[in-house]
Structure formats: C-alpha cells, structure tokens
C-alpha cells in the first residue's frame, strides 16, 4: 500500500485579540509580539520536517505564521488557501467574550446545548466550516503524491471542525479538542480517509507540559 500524506495541521500564534479573549473570526489581527515568538518556535519545531507545500488562510495571523516557518522552508510553494479561512462569527465578530455572554444570553445557552445546529446572526455554522475546510483538505492533496508531507496554518474554529472529521466526533461534542495558539496537529490522508496522530501539540512552547495528546 502506498504511504499516506502527511499533514502538519496548525493553529497561527498569539494575538492581542486573543490574549484580551475577543471574537476574531473574520476581522484581519496581525500577530502580537507573544505570537511571533510562538511562530518562531513552531517554525524550529517543523524545520527537519520534509515539508513540499505550505498552504495558509488568507488572514494576516496565519500567514504570518506560515510565512516565518516557510522562512525555514524557503524552496518550497507558500499557497494561500482561502477556505482555511477562520469561521464568519457575523455580528459577534469583535466583541469581548466576557460581554458577550452576558449580553446574548439566549444565544450562549443555544450554543451550549446544541453548537452544530447554531448560525452566527450573520455568519457560519461549524457544519459549514467543516464542510469547506475538509474540503481543502481533499483538493489540496490532491497535488501531491503519497508520503508527501504539507503543513497547513489556519485557526481554532477551522481546525477544531478537521479534527472531530477525521476523529469521527459529532461537531456537538467539539469541546472535547483544544486548539491553543501554535498548536501543531499531525494528520495522515490515505485515500479518502483522514486519521490523526498528535493532538494539539504545544511542546515546543512549554517543553515541560502540553507534550502533545496521542490521538
């Protein structure tokens, strides 16, 4: 049997939204200087990797990630891949989360109870989001042979809904997976099938603790 692709799947480094936990989905919030150092240490993490391809969401936060570890990579094709994008939090975009909750109380429950089934006023649903990121996923490798190694940097809410696929998790239970900033997955795609290998890997960060999760 040929070798699956492998993909490193990660989440771009710290922003000033992030650390002040405010809704970012769509709005463009560059790195902060906390989150270019987490960039530069997943770019070490990465550098033996194989890489052949480096796709990236259009948003500045993970194309500047992508584009400091494609600094250690320079031989190889940055891509912009526009449906890694983060997931359209419509009218909620922007706010504080704090404020949110207290504000949209109704909203929060219904986002509780039953997150699959929720539309941002204005914006996505995570089945949205899953469908248009796995479908990267499947277009993507397409261009590329077995045994190929590709890195994608994207964002929590894109990179939550890839994982609970290729995990076979309902999207109601995708508070199971965490996504912290820089975090490195590690996917295979053999065929049609997606499996994961390493879970949100942050030891590269911390080398003491979040050594990674054994999917």
Known sequence: MAP?????????GETEWNRLHRFQGRSDVPLNEMGIAQARA??????SEPLVAIYSSPLSRALETARIIHGLHPGIPLVIEGELVEMDLGSFDGMDAGAWASKHPDFLRAWQEDPAGV???GGETLA???????RAIHRVTRDHAPGDHLLLSSHNFVNLTILCHAMEIPLSRFRKIRQ????LNRLWKQGDGLGVDVLDDRSHLQPSRNAGVKA
């Open 4 to 12: 699956p692709i492998r993909i490193l799947l990660i989440r771009h």
């Open 42 to 47: 997943l770019a070490g993490a990465v550098q």
């Open 119 to 121: 539309r941002m006023p």
């Open 128 to 134: 949205e989001v899953q469908s248009r990121a796995v």
């Open 180 to 183: 912290g900033t820089a975090a």
